[in-house]
């Protein structure tokens, strides 16, 4: 077995931390006089203003690109000059280290108009006015997203991030719809034909309700396919309407002009491609059977009270209700007749004592009893009122209260009243 003497170096490397390591670059470069106070020319690239004020952008020529701070302070000494992407410009800072990304920026402290704008957005212009003059952006045209969509296309490409974050979007969303991806190139020199490919095998094949034309945040170069004349005019002209979702929120592209709808960003595109939800639907759902409930309950009650009056109106007809009324109504008529007809007795009763009292006082007979009598002929029977024309040797029969008498009369007198 061989062994190897390995000599220790004199002079030992250092070992460094990365902090340690990014503040040594940092140190280097700010001491560096010519790059504390200089100027650069470039056009603008990924160009963003947050809501600090601060403004973010990057530097880009054909061979690089420098990454660029202008802070709040300084944004003032623009005078009006508005940035944008593909913009020519002249800038003058000094360059740092942003330690916890390990990159190098240029702080902007001025910045110049360049001596024109960059070809790119130049171009951008260019195509911009000549499609805005043929009205392709006009509002008429513009169709409206369907709330419910059953299916939704989807353009973009197949391994990019925009993918998955629509797709979770859509899952979340509206896991009943189903999806149709077309995939397709969406950068570089191919990038236009693959996309109008992509949007033409959607509308023929699959005929989708909705498409999601989407990419993720880039520079002006990285999103130009999205200029492109045959890209804006595909889809100007397809069949299914469109909602872009390309780039981030600051990001304009031709096919946003002259889409159906815009979206900021692909995420966002999905979530305008659904305006109702899953949980929407549940909640219709939820709402749509309480809702049946309270008219079930309300029309079951209304049946019951209903029944309950056809039930006494038929209570009210029955033939047993009507017997009993009509027994119970003969014997209310009994029941008055008997005591009219008691009534009608007791009253002729009386009558009849009184027309008795009325008789007993009018009978000759009780005048008897009150010591006179009655003389009649005893030839003829006939009543006797005077003596006159009675002659002596007449025979007169007497009729007394208790028995009789025949009488002969032997003498007559006559008697003033």
Same mark, same amino acid.
């Given at each position: 077995?061989v062994?190897?003497?390995? $000599?220790p170096?004199?002079?030992?490397a250092p070992r ?5 390591f990014?503040r040594?670059?940092r ?13 650069? &020319? ?9 809501? #600090? ?20 302070s300084? %944004?003032?000494?623009?005078?009006g ?6 913009m ?9 280290v942003?330690?916890p990304g390990?990159q190098? &920026? ?13 070809a ?6 260019r +195509?911009?006015n000549k ?5 392709l952006?006009s ?14 296309? @989807?353009v973009?490409? #197949?391994?990019?991030?925009?993918l998955?974050?629509? +797709?979770?979007?859509?899952k ?6 189903r999806?149709v ?10 990038a236009?034909?693959?996309?109008v490919?992509? *949007?033409? *095998? ?10 999601i ?5 880039g520079s002006?170069?990285?999103l130009?396919?999205?200029n492109?004349e ?20 600051t ?6 002009? %002259?889409?159906?709808?815009r979206?900021?960003?692909?995420t966002a ?18 709402g ?9 309950s309300?029309?079951?009650?209304? +049946?019951? #009270?209903e ?8 209570r ?6 009507? +017997?009993?009324? $009509?027994? &119970?109504?003969?014997?209310d008529? *009994?029941?008055?007749? #008997?005591?009219a007809?008691?009534q009608?007795?007791?009253?002729e009763k009386t009558?009849l004592r009184?027309?008795? &009292?009325? *008789?007993?006082?009018l009978?000759?007979?009780?005048i008897l ?5 009655i ?9 006797i009122?005077s003596s ?7 025979? @007169?029969h ?5 028995g009789?008498?025949d009488?002969?009369? $032997?003498e007559t ?5």
């Open positions: 077995m062994s190897v003497l390995v $000599q170096a004199l002079f030992e460094l931390s990365v902090s340690e990014t040594r670059i140190r280097l470069i700010e001491g560096d006089p010519s790059l504390s106070n200089v100027w650069v &020319q470039a056009e603008i690239s990924n160009f963003s203003r947050p809501a #600090s004020g601060h403004l973010y952008f990057t530097l880009k020529d054909n061979g690089a690109s420098l990454r660029c701070v202008m802070w709040k300084d %944004v003032k000494k623009l005078h000059l508005e940035l944008q992407d593909g020519a410009v002249e800038v003058h800072g000094k360059t740092t942003y330690e390990g190098y &920026q240029l702080i902007v402290d001025l910045i110049e108009a360049g001596s024109g704008e960059g790119l957005f130049a171009e951008f212009i +195509l911009k499609f805005e003059s043929e009205g952006f509002d008429d045209r513009k169709r409206k997203i369907p709330a419910l969509p059953q299916t939704i296309g @989807l973009t490409s #197949s391994t990019g991030a925009a998955q974050d629509v +797709l979770n979007v859509l979340r969303r509206l896991p009943t719809a999806v991806l077309s995939p397709t190139a969406v950068q570089g020199v191919d236009p034909v693959s996309i490919k992509a *949007l033409r *095998l959607l509308n023929e094949m699959v005929k989708p309700d909705v498409i034309l989407a990419r993720g945040g002006i170069e990285d130009w396919a999205f492109d045959e890209v804006v005019r595909a889809v100007s002209s397809s069949p299914a309407p469109i909602i872009t979702g390309v780039g981030h929120e990001d304009f592209t031709l096919v946003d002009f %002259v889409s159906d709808l979206a900021p960003t692909p595109a999905a979530e305008l491609a659904t305006p109702i939800t899953v949980i929407d639907l549940l909640s219709d759902i939820v749509t059977r309480r809702l049946l409930d309270t008219l079930l309300t029309k079951i009650s209304e +049946l019951r #009270s029944l309950g009056s056809i039930k006494l109106g038929l009210y007809l029955s033939p047993d209700r009507l +017997l009993h009324d $009509q027994i &119970q109504r003969i014997d008529l *009994l029941l008055r007749s #008997s005591r007809i008691n009608t007795i007791m009253l009558r009184g027309i008795n &009292q009325s *008789l007993g006082t009978n000759p007979l009780s009893e009150r010591g006179y009598s003389v009649s002929r005893k030839i003829d029977g006939k009543i009122h006159k024309n009675i002659l002596p040797g007449t025979s @007169l007497v009729r007394l209260a208790a009789s008498l009488v002969s009369v $032997q007198y006559l008697e003033e009243a």
